[in-house]
């Protein structure tokens, strides 16, 4: 239980992180409106999290079914 509260942790906290690059950041923070900079921001966040959020199903369905296995043997 502690190990899935740690994860979720770092979950939450990868949204508040800023995951521009710094060629990036410069780019977008020449501009006067900073949505264009939050969107690419956002964009960033959400590409990098799906993956951990996938392998993290995956790691959890093979979990329990082991699991599921021992428990009947």
Do not use: H
Request: charged share 15%; net charge positive.
């Amino acid at each position: 239980m502690k190990r899935f509260l740690l994860t979720v942790l770092f979950i939450v906290v990868s949204f508040v992180a800023n995951a521009q690059c710094a060629m990036c950041r410069a780019v977008l923070e020449s501009e006067t409106d900073n949505s264009m900079a939050e969107g690419v921001n956002n964009g960033i966040i959400y590409l990098a999290a799906i993956p951990y959020l996938l392998m993290g199903g995956l790691i959890w369905f093979i979990y329990k079914s082991r699991k599921k296995a021992n428990k009947g043997a």
